[in-house]
């Protein structure tokens, strides 16, 4: 069996071997450092560092000064200015076939969430409870999928689309897909009545 090679400096006081890298710890400040090199990925300057690597991208959410951020591939591509981060994640079938065109993340501020993409951009506001992202495939080979994100307000659910454009306000007691791939629509109910919003449908390229 092959031994693997560390190349990492005994100045830490802490050192944990990750999937492809090493995180350091010293006076109590974490950074990442490459296990081939030892050199530097991420600064050691942060309060937390987490592993959410995946595919060919080395990607952590970091926290300094109790808010958190994105290093990917050697670059803070979202600054330590949020409550809390996540990524979006798709199921890994409709993934295969309809990836989302950038990395979004759920990030949170002032104690409600809003998603932003790989640049910092806003794509929904932070106005929300939770937020969710929604896709179903039609079952035929993945040739179509409708997706669309859920989001709530003091327990009731709105809708927006796949642009990031508003479907509706939160003001519905439950929303769901109609399953109708030639009419697709989101059915959504208040005192006991139906309302439906046109959804686009998305088709996989050939």
């Not at 090493?22 to 450092?33: A, D, N, R, S, T």
Request: glycine share 6%; charged share 25%; aromatic share 14%.
């Amino acid at each position: 069996k092959r031994h693997q090679k560390i190349s990492v400096n005994c100045e830490y006081d802490e050192i944990a071997l990750l999937k492809t890298t090493v995180k350091v710890l010293k006076e109590e400040l974490y950074g990442i450092v490459s296990q081939e090199t030892g050199s530097i990925i991420v600064p050691r300057e942060y309060q937390e560092i987490i592993d959410v690597s995946e595919y060919n991208k080395q990607r952590y959410f970091v926290r300094k000064d109790n808010k958190w951020g994105v290093f990917c591939n050697g670059e803070l591509i979202i600054p330590t200015i949020y409550e809390g981060i996540n990524v979006i994640q798709q199921d890994s079938y409709i993934e295969r076939y309809f990836p989302l065109e950038t990395d979004i993340y759920k990030a949170k501020v002032n104690g409600l969430w809003g998603l932003v993409d790989s640049h910092n951009t806003m794509l929904i506001p932070f106005e929300y409870q939770a937020i969710e992202l929604n896709e179903t495939n039609d079952g035929y080979g993945c040739n179509h999928i409708v997706r669309f994100y859920l989001v709530q307000s003091h327990i009731l659910l709105g809708a927006y689309d796949s642009g990031f454009k508003k479907i509706c306000d939160c003001q519905y007691g439950s929303i769901k897909f109609n399953e109708d791939w030639y009419d697709p629509m989101l059915l959504t109910y208040k005192d006991q009545r139906e309302y439906r919003y046109k959804i686009d449908l998305m088709c996989k390229n050939e």
